[in-house]
T-cell receptor
């Protein structure tokens, strides 16, 4: 079945540091891939998405590239801010409902 | 923001009591979902609906039932709540099923349920 594996946290970074959160997936067919973000006390918000191989999703300085050859969709940001502190979820959707990774908590300190 | 309202937002109840959570949408989306979020598990699908009166089980459906009598409402019921069902519950909606179109699911703000 479809599954998503993302790096375990928590991840703690200083402001302006480079961020990478790894995500790999297993799926049949050609799923769409998503990153969602959850700020404290809130629901999940879509951060970015990609629908086919080599697509790059980007939003708010975050980006991720759909790599079919490595079945990966790693999230990156060049310079994180304190306001980026949140839990990040990688997810995929194909012919089944959305499947999530377990989430990675990011804390950014000033 | 997608028009999704979950109620109640917080609830504390006792083991063995019935509990119903409500999800209401104003987007007229066909698909609705219930997830639970627990530390170390991420979000896991409980049940989903693909139309009025059409529902199916997800990964962790034991102990839960759902109903959808109108497009806009999707109810999650715990017939006899247990402490293992203490969790944060999220409703989600989507316009289409096929993820190939990249259509995302939109989430409500969650219901924090504590069962003592």
């Amino acid at each position: 079945g479809n599954s998503v594996t993302q790096m375990e946290g928590p991840v703690t970074l200083s402001e302006e540091a480079f961020l990478t959160i790894n995500c790999t997936y297993t799926a049949t067919g050609y799923p769409s891939l998503f990153w969602y973000v959850q700020y404290p006390g809130e629901g999940l918000q879509l951060l970015l998405k990609a629908t086919k191989a080599d697509d790059k999703g980007s939003n708010k300085g975050f980006e991720a590239t759909y790599r079919k050859e490595t079945t990966s969709f790693h999230l990156e940001k060049g310079s994180v801010q304190v306001s980026d502190s949140a839990v990040y979820f990688c997810a995929l959707k194909g012919n089944t409902p959305l499947v999530f990774g377990k989430g990675t908590r990011l804390s950014v300190i000033a | 923001d997608a028009g999704i309202t979950q109620s109640p937002r917080h609830k504390v109840t006792e083991t063995g009591t019935p509990v119903t959570l409500r999800c209401h949408q104003t987007e007229n989306h066909r698909y609705m979902y219930w997830y639970r979020q627990d530390p170390g598990h991420g979000l896991r699908l409980i049940h989903y609906s693909y139309g009025v009166k059409d529902t199916d089980k997800g990964e962790v459906s034991d102990g839960y039932s759902v109903s959808r009598s109108k497009t806009e409402d999707f109810l999650l019921t715990l017939e006899s709540a247990t402490s293992s069902q203490t969790s944060v519950y999220f409703c989600a909606i989507s316009a289409v099923w096929d993820g190939g179109e990249g259509q995302p699911q939109h989430f409500g703000d969650g219901t924090r349920l504590s069962i003592l």
